[in-house]
């Protein structure tokens, strides 16, 4: 089993940083892809299939949380696991997504948090 995962942030030294992470942890990777938006991001998962989901919130042209509302709402892609890794501080803004499913590192990110969250969501897929 290899993930196909797909890194969206509109800063590329933030995708270099979540992908040079990702290869120092024991996850099998597949395709890794990257996008700078979330219309990026949804044009690349029209074509291509993603098990995991890292997103940003601020972003030009689609932001993340619109993003996120057109994967939940698109049945093909529900229940892709999503990881948002932002400087957002707002509580309420976190809960709403958190209530989609969606889990939160916070920036600046250390690799032991992005490997944390990341083992646990795949534990969960295990059990499901
Ligand atoms: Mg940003």
Known sequence: MSLNILIVDDSAVIRKMIIKTLGLSALPLGE???AGNGQEALDIMDRQWIDLVFADLNMPVMDGEVMIEKIRSNPEWADVPIIVVSTEGSRTRIERLQSQGVRFVHKPFSP?????????????CHEE
Request: net charge negative; glycine share 0%.
């Open 112 to 124: 032991e948090q992005i490997c944390r969250v990341v083992d646990n969501l795949l534990e969960l």
């Open 32 to 34: 890794v892809c990257e």
